[in-house]
C-alpha cells in the first residue's frame, strides 16, 4: 500500500450530544425501500461528495467543513424501536440500517446504539437492510449472523476505490477500502449476504478502468454476493464542499467538473454511460453478480428528510 501524506486530521474533534428521540423508524417515499432507521444524526466519516451535505444546507445547518463535528446520538433508540416493532399494525417491512448517517461511524464504538438496534431487529425475526463503511460491523457478527437465520438480511459495503490517494482526500474520517474488504470477507465467512456499492465513481479520478477492476476483483475475491455502481451526484451543499476539495488537490480537474455539473446535480447519461458499461463489462469478465437487494441511489428527494431524522 502506497504511503499518502496526511492532507486532512483523520480524527476530527467531535462533540456528541445526546438526545433522546421520539420515533427511531422514519418512513421514505419513492424509494425500494419503505422505513429507514439511523442511530445518530451526522457523520464522522465527512466524506467530500456525501449527499448528506445537501440536506443539512436545506436545513441551515453547516455542509462545509464543520460537517461531521457534531453528532446527535439518539440514546433511547433502542427501547422506541422495540415499541414500534412490538405495534399490531407493524407489517415487518425491511428496515434500512443506515441510509442517512453511517451506522458503523466513531461514535458506535462508544454508545453501541447500532448493536442494540440490531439486537431488536433480531428479537423481532425482522428483515434488515444496512449500508456502511465501517469494518467495526464484525463485533456484531454474532448478532448479525443470528438476525441473517432468522430473517432476510443484506448488508451493503460501499467501496468506490482502492486508490490511496483518492480514498485519502475524499473519505477524511473512514477506514482503508482494504479493511472493508477485510470486513466483507468475514462476513461472507459467516454466512451473511454482503454486497459491494462502488459510489461514487468520480469522473476523471476513480473511473480509470483499471481502478475500477481493483474494486470488481477485491469484490469478487472477498467473497461479495453482487456490486452495483453509480456516478458522482452534486447537489447544492454538496457541490460547493466537493468543489473546494476539488480545486485543493485536484484544480486542473474543476474546469471539466464545471462543465460536467452546471445547473444540474446528475451527470448527463452520456457523461457516465461508458463508465458503467466499463463496470458491466468486468463484472461479468470476473463473475460478479449485479444484485442490489436494496437501492440508496438515487438520493432521497427534499420531501424526504424524514431520512435524516
Ligand atoms: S460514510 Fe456515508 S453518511 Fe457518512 S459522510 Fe460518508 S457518505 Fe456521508
Not at 453511517?102 to 449500508?131: H, W
Request: glycine share 6%.
Amino acid at each position: 500500500m502506497t504511503e499518502v501524506a496526511a492532507v486532512e486530521p483523520r480524527l476530527a474533534d467531535v462533540a456528541y450530544e445526546q438526545v433522546e428521540c421520539k420515533s427511531a423508524l422514519n418512513p421514505v417515499k419513492n424509494m425500494m425501500f419503505s422505513w429507514s432507521l439511523n442511530p445518530y444524526t451526522g457523520c464522522e466519516h465527512r466524506c467530500a461528495f456525501c449527499y448528506v451535505r445537501a440536506f443539512e444546507r436545506r436545513a441551515d445547518r453547516p455542509s462545509d467543513d464543520r460537517y461531521g463535528r457534531t453528532i446527535r446520538v439518539k440514546v433511547n433508540v433502542a427501547s422506541v424501536l422495540r415499541s414500534e416493532l412490538a405495534r399490531k399494525s407493524w407489517k415487518k417491512e425491511t428496515v434500512v440500517v443506515g441510509a442517512a448517517t453511517d451506522p458503523y461511524q466513531p461514535a458506535e464504538g462508544r454508545f453501541k446504539l447500532t448493536r442494540q438496534c440490531l439486537q431488536v431487529l433480531r428479537e423481532f425475526s425482522n428483515p434488515t437492510a444496512m449500508i456502511t463503511r465501517g469494518p467495526m460491523i464484525i463485533r456484531d457478527v454474532d448478532v448479525l449472523g443470528e438476525l441473517a437465520r432468522r430473517a432476510e438480511l443484506h448488508i451493503t459495503f460501499s467501496i468506490p476505490t482502492l486508490d490511496d490517494e483518492i480514498w485519502r482526500r475524499t473519505e477524511p474520517g473512514t477506514a482503508h477500502p482494504r479493511q472493508r474488504l477485510k470486513a466483507v470477507e468475514k462476513l461472507v465467512t459467516a454466512g451473511i449476504d454482503v454486497g459491494v456499492g462502488m459510489a461514487p465513481i468520480l469522473p476523471g479520478l476513480s473511473d480509470r478502468p483499471e481502478l475500477i477492476e481493483d474494486v470488481v476483483k477485491a469484490a469478487r475475491a472477498a467473497g461479495a454476493t453482487g456490486l452495483w455502481a453509480a456516478m458522482l451526484h452534486l447537489k447544492d451543499g454538496t457541490r460547493e464542499h466537493f468543489m473546494s476539495v476539488l480545486d485543493r488537490h485536484w484544480p486542473e480537474l474543476v474546469p471539466r467538473y464545471e462543465r460536467a455539473y452546471r445547473d444540474r446535480a446528475y451527470l448527463p447519461q452520456f457523461f457516465g454511460e461508458s463508465t458503467m458499461h466499463e463496470v458491466a463489462r468486468l463484472r461479468s469478465l470476473h463473475g460478479v453478480s449485479d444484485r442490489r437487494r436494496v437501492i440508496l441511489k438515487p438520493p432521497p428527494e427534499p420531501e424526504q428528510l424524514s431520512l435524516l431524522n
